[in-house]
């Protein structure tokens, strides 16, 4: 049971976090646009091993610069809110992934080169180092989640379905804008000897 924990969890890890590394082909051709560009929806492709790809025109998104790309020029508070979070997430998930690698590997090697009764540090070691494997991985879940939900809504805009939000507000008074509506007073009330 611990070999088949100490080989499938960094194969796993190797390919949550590295996605591109499992893509079969890389295409890099960028098209001159002419005139006001025309938003393009971004296809979604989902395999077993690479999970979601995203490609517009046949030609792959990969990197978050992509999608910044795509996302940016639209200036909708939520688009750029969901792809910022898609990103922080995939920094995460890297760090603690690498953090838990580097703990999982530290203690297993211990544990296989030191004698029993000195082996509770890298027991420790071993067991931190997965559950922060499995931390990165939630992290990664996280990302994926957030980025798909960002090109659903720029998808939405391509088709016309969507309408920019506004920006988000600088504090929380600019919500409260009593004076302006009624100034106080409550609904007009209709006089029944008028009729």
Do not use: H
Request: hydrophobic share 35%; charged share 25%; aromatic share 10%.
């Amino acid at each position: 049971m611990k070999f088949l924990f100490a080989v499938i969890t960094p194969l796993i890890f190797a390919m949550t976090l590295c996605p591109e590394f499992l893509s079969a082909q890389e295409k890099a051709s960028d098209s001159a646009q002419s005139g006001e560009p025309k938003l393009k929806p971004v296809e979604v492709d989902y395999s077993t091993l690479g999970g979601l790809q995203y490609s517009i025109d046949g030609r792959l998104l990969e990197r978050y610069e992509d999608f910044e790309n795509l996302v940016f020029p639209l200036r909708d508070f939520e688009s750029e809110r969901l792809l910022k979070r898609s990103e922080t997430s995939n920094i995460n998930s890297k760090i603690f992934g690498w953090v838990g690698f580097a703990g999982f590997a530290t203690g297993v090697v211990g544990l296989l080169t030191s004698p029993s009764n000195q082996q509770s540090p890298f027991w420790v070691s071993a067991i931190g180092g997965g559950v922060l494997i499995d931390i990165g991985g939630l992290f990664q879940s996280e990302a994926q989640t957030t980025k798909f939900n960002c090109v659903k809504r720029y998808n939405r805009f391509a088709r016309g379905e969507e309408q920019v939000l506004p920006q988000e507000p600088a504090d929380e008074k600019s919500l409260l804008n009593f004076g302006s509506v009624n100034q106080g007073k409550g609904p007009k009330k209709e006089n029944p000897k008028t009729k």
